[in-house]
Structures are given as structure tokens and as C-alpha cells.
């Protein structure tokens, strides 16, 4: 009964999600104050009846009702009860109802949340919406419904989860992704909302701002864990693949990128109002698009969850629909988005212009080398595009991405004076390339490329630390005291900042200084690994809740004293009979060491064993982190809660800007 009224629940949101796309937007038209007010009840309505729909489905995965079809392929009566939990978003069905969830979810915090918006602003931003939820509610309900029964021929239990699914990484980083994803479509209703009304003045900039920049957060934190999921689960030691999947999250992180920077000129400037709206499309179109490429079955990867095409069509019309239907209302509204402000070739504008070319240039790079092996396979032309293209590209853009960023942080609006700008660099330049030299040789020598980047990197975190110290100075009220009255906003763009250095650094470290044995070893055996001692202790077998297990004891030493003792597994899981790989990982700030069992050989006792030293792997995550909470705390600056807009103007860059 559970799930019927879960079920019931869907289809009455779908209703809602009807009179939200239609209600309001006649309300607007009409000058109506009665339907204008439906627009805040409907969309809270409407993340009420979708809660209750998942907690249906997650009672029926906590009591193993096998009735469901959905349950019964993704769920088993061994599986330990946060798996059971989780598999709710393990599988199509289940993750598109969190999909709708999170929308609803949304919606109801622009609702409520927006108080200080116009309401005419407010519920142009919720009909849009209530149109995106229309397209994915019908989607479920006709092609994917989650609460489907098999009666009364119904298994006594499940199939079991996808064995690399039993993991706690399925519990944080599908939500964490999904929040990203389904975020943008906030910034995409804003600008189709101001499109609608014909405002996309400074206010209309600052109202969008915070939810992008929210939004972008999540899919940066999400992507993080992502990335740190495969490094630990996948059992191959790499930390991202450039799987086409993995590319899905990056493209509209790249263009979310862009976006939050050309807000930034939209609310201070009143420009790049056109680019920016442009941007907001692209952004929201890349994520349904990263959507249609998960579940339409045209990619195989650990990563898709569906093998359907039907469902893929229906996606495909429904960003067709979604893309075509905005860019037309853009090419309409277009000549009333033209900016009769200017600016000079050096100021602010110009450095973050180019930063938005950058960003352009890489979301263009990693399209095309998703899509053309896609291409190629309909046309029976076999195309390969791996690493090496993608890398190819990215080092030099982000080198150059990390040049313009200081010199834009440090420029003022409009105008910036040549002069005043060197004097800043004239130390900071000479002061990071000495850093960067001297990490780049601390290691044990890095390639000239590697050093380059240490050179990046150096002069990003000077800059930015230089630049804390005198906006904190400039109070006169001590160091300390000036840095607590320093903005959210500028904090968190040092913060993000900081992190994309941090990310970089992380990278270059594991990239030139990463050690890899893959050897054949037999209980008794040592390995030498990055100045640590792996020594092959025993094998064993172990029981888990789901699983047999076979379980490796490396006891680990440096230097004739004993650092840890690691565990990796071979597991064999019940049900299914898959073989999974379990790593054994001992991290640490500056480096982590990793063991993994491979293959048993044909010798008695003898294994395969992957054995890895990676030096500032970690940094790479913690980079990703440090740039979602950098966005975070620019979101809670005070400036989003007036209801004044602000207008911009020429004035210099202030310490209150989180460009």
C-alpha cells in the first residue's frame, strides 16, 4: 500500500507541476494577484507529495518488498541496510525520482528563500520550473516508473546491487552530483524568467548569482567525490579517466565556471548580459545532455545506468525542446540585450572575458572528444579519443587560466592603470617563479612542464595572500581585525581560488611523481615502493555480510620501522557471483599508499598485486572541496539578502567582489 500511495503522490505532483507551469505565468500576464500567489504553495506542494514518494520507496527498500520490480533488480535481503538505503538512487528508476525530488526541492527554496525578489520576477523563475518538472515527472511515469510491481510472480529475493554500488560512495556522491545538475536549472529559470519579463538589469544578476553559485558548489564537490570514489573502488589507481561519463559532470562545470564569473560583470557592470544568458542555457542544456548520455544506452560504462534507447529519445526531444525553446525566446529578446557601457582593454571586464573564452574553449574540447567516438560508432567508423587529446589541451589552458586570474582579481572595473598593475606583479612574478623552482626540484626533480605548473600554482597562492594582507591592512584596525571585516563574498572567492591551486599541484604531483609496481608475489615476498617496504605477510579468507572474501596482510615499513598494516581484498559476492576488487589505501596528507590483489597465478599461493606510491593525491580532492566551500561562504555574504539592486558603475574592484 506503501507504494501505491508513493506512486499516487508522483502522478499528483505531475498535476501540480501543470498548474505551476500554467497558473502563474497567466497570473503575470494578466496582473492576476491570485494566481500569481499560487506559484509559492504549488511548488512547496509539490516537494511535499515528491518526499513522500521517496520515503515510499525507501520503505520498501528498508523491507525488502521484492513486489517491486525495481527492488528486486537492485536490492537484496544480505545487504546491509545503508546499501538498501542507498540502491534507492542505484539504479534508473529510483535515481530519477531523486532527480525529480531534488527539483522539487529547489523550486521550494526559491520559493521560500526569495522573499526579497519581485514576485513577478519569482513566479516567472517557479513556471519554468513547473515546465522542467513537467518533462521529467512524465518521463517517470511513462518510461521509468519506480514503483512498478511484478504480481503475483514474484521473486522471494532480490538480484542484489551492482557489487561496485555497495560502497559508501553511493550514498554521498549521486545526491552531491544530482544537487549540481538539477541546480543549474535554477540558473536557467532565472534567465528565462528575465527573458520572459524583459528585465536582465544588475538586480536580475544578483539574483541569479547566489543559486548558480550554489549550485556549482555541489557539482564541484560532486565531481570531487566522484573522482575519489573510482580512485579507491575501480582498483586501477587513477583518479580521473576522461570515461564519457565522467565528461557529462565536467562540461557543465566548465560552463557553470563561466557563468557564476559572468554574473559577476552582469551585477557590477550591466554587461555581458546576452553572454551570460547564453551561458545559463548552455550550462542547464549541457547537464540534460550529460542525462540523455547516462541513460540512453549509447555509452557502456561503470558509470551509465540505463540501456534504453526509447528512454534516450525521449531525453533527446525533451532538450531539443528545452535548448530550441529558450534560444528562440533569446533571439527574440536580442536586441534589447545590447550594453551601451564600455571598458578598456585592461580592466576587469577584459581579464574575466578572457577567462570565459577559456572555459568556452575547454567545455568545446571535452564535447567533441565525447561525442565524435559517439559519432563515429552510428556511422560504423571506429574513433578513439582518450587521454592524451584531452591533456593536450587542458595543461595549456589551465596554465593560461591561472595566468589571467590574478591580474584579473587584482584590476579594477572599466579601467585599470598599467603602471599600478605591474607594481603588484614586478615582486609577485619574480617571488613564484622562485617557488615554483624550488618545488619543482624539492621531489627529486620534476619535469620542465611539471615545474611550470608548480610556477602556476605559486604565483596564484602569493597573489591572493598578498592580496588578503593589504585589503586586511587597509582598515587600520590590526591584521586580525581587518581580516574578520573582510567580506563573505571576497573570502570566498580567495578560498575557491586557493583551491583551484591546491587541485593543480595535486595533480602535477601525482602526475610526474607517482610510482607504480605491478609485480607477482607470494606470501613471504617484499617490494620496495617510494622508500616503503610492502612485505607479503598471508592470505586468507574472510566472511562479510554479502560477500566471501579472500584477504591479503601487507605489513608496511620504512626504514626498518613498521608504518601500518594494510588489507586487500578479492571479494566474491553471493548472489550475482561477481568478482570485485577491494583496495587497501593508507592515506596521508603528502602521499597515500595503495595495494591492490590482482589475478591468483598459476604457482600455489602466487597473486598479481598492483602496489602504488602517490604523492599529493589527496590535494587534488581537497583542492575540489576547498572550491565548494569557497562558494558556499560567497553565497552567505550579507549583499544576497538586500532587496536594493546594485547598479555598478566604473569604480575600482572592492574587497566585497567574489568575481
Known sequence: MTAELGHFAVWMALALAVLQATLPLLGAWRGNTALIATARPLALMQFILLSGALFALGYAFYFNDFTLTYVAGHSN?????????????????????????????????VSWFSRSVPSDMVVRVLAVMGMISIGFLAFMLFTSNPFDRTLPWFPIDGADLNPLLQDPGLIVHPPMLYMGYVGFSVAFSFAVAGLLAGRLDPAWARWARPWTTVAWAFLTIGIALGSWWAYYELGWGGWWFWDPVENASLMPWLSGTALIHSLAVAEKRNMFRAWTVLLAIMTFSLSLLGTFLVRSGILTSVHAFANDPERGRFILIFLALVAGGSLALFALRAPSLRSTSGFKMLSRESFLLGNNLLLLTATVVVLLGTLFPLVGDAMNVRISISGPYFNAFFVPLTLILMAILVPGMLSSWKSQRAD?????????????????LIAGWLPGGTAWLGTLGFIAVAYVVFAHIDDVVRKALAFRAGFLTGLRRLSLGYKGMVLAHCGLALLVAGVIMVTHHEIERDIRMVPGDTVNVGGYDFHFADIGNREGPNFDAIRGVFEVTRNGRAVTTMYPEKRTYRVGGQVMTQVALRPGVLQDLYVALGEPLDAPGAWAVRVYFKPGVRWIWGGALLMGLGGMLAVADKRYRKAAPVTGGPGKGSQEEAA
Open 77 to 109: 535481503s544480505q545487504m546491509p541496510w545503508g546499501y538498501r538505503l542507498s540502491a534507492i538512487w542505484g539504479g534508473h528508476e529510483g535515481s530519477l525520482l531523486l532527480w525529480v525530488w531534488m527539483l522539487a526541492g529547489w523550486g521550494a527554496a
Open 420 to 436: 599600478a598593475l605591474l607594481k603588484r606583479l614586478y615582486v609577485l612574478v619574480p617571488a613564484a617563479i622562485v617557488g615554483g
